[in-house]
Every structure is written in structure tokens, then in C-alpha cells.
């Protein structure tokens, strides 16, 4: 393989691989190169649940800033209680993702549910069905205070 993703196989995320590309070199005497492509299609397996948190200062649902470092966590059933089966960090995007292998009701909640809410618009969890590998609207929770400021330079 020449692309350095592929270096090991062991921790390669297959979930994320959609089809994959075969090309056969074959030579011959007069060492003319010959290319056959043949392009595989892979069963898609598991679902991607995205989501995204952010400062919403003024809950009118439009981010001011987004919010890196929130832990999520993703659980089976309604309840947003019981074992965690996932957890994801959000990136300085805000952003995070789960990669749930089957159907079925999960719930993604804030790890720390006493971070600051637009109550009218948002909760600590998210609650959807999983079915016939449709992957979820992205899931959105507003924060509304700011948990540290710094300083501007001088």
C-alpha cells in the first residue's frame, strides 16, 4: 500500500470504508504495462451518529463559538442511563461521532449534564431510532455560558 494510513491494518477504522479499489499490473515480454481496475463495493456495516456542541449565548439556536473538549456519550435504549457503550471527545469544531453497529434506540447525552442549556431548546441527551442503515440527522446541543475567558493579548 502506498498511502500511509494503510500502515496498520490492525487499527485501520473499516467503519468509515465504503468501497475499496483492486489493480492488477500485469507485464509482458516487451515490458508493457497493462492495468486492469476493478472497484468493490463493501456492505455498509453500522451507522454514523454526528453531532456538534456549541455556545449559544442568546439560545436562538445560531452558534456564537464552538466547544472543544465536551465528552459525549453514547447509550443503548431511551433513557440516556446504564452502561456506556461509546464516548467521544468533541474537536475544536465542536464536533464528535459515534459509530454504532446495529438498530435500535440509542441515546447521546453530555457527560457532565450540568453544563448550562438553552432550556427551551435543548437538553442533555438526544434520542433516536437506528434502522435500515439510515444514519440520524445530526445531533445539536447548545451550551450557554462560557466555562473560562481569557484574557486578550496586550
Known sequence: FDDSRWNNLATFNWAR??????????????????????????????????GNVFRDCTCDGTPESFVQGVVMNLYSGSTGTGTVLQTATTDVSGDFAFYPQNDG??????????????????????????????????????????????????
Open 105 to 154: 434506540t440509542f441515546t447521546v447525552c453530555l457527560a457532565d449534564r450540568t453544563l448550562e442549556r438553552c432550556s427551551s431548546i435543548s437538553s442533555a441527551c438526544r434520542t433516536f431510532t437506528l434502522s435500515n442503515r439510515v444514519d440520524p440527522t445530526p445531533l445539536t446541543f447548545p451550551l450557554t455560558t462560557v466555562s473560562s475567558l481569557q484574557a486578550p493579548p496586550a
Open 17 to 50: 470504508v465504503g468501497a475499496f479499489q483492486v489493480r492488477i499490473f500485469t507485464f509482458t515480454g516487451d515490458d508493457q504495462q497493462a492495468v486492469d481496475t476493478d472497484f468493490f463495493n463493501i456492505g455498509v456495516l453500522g451507522y454514523e451518529v454526528l
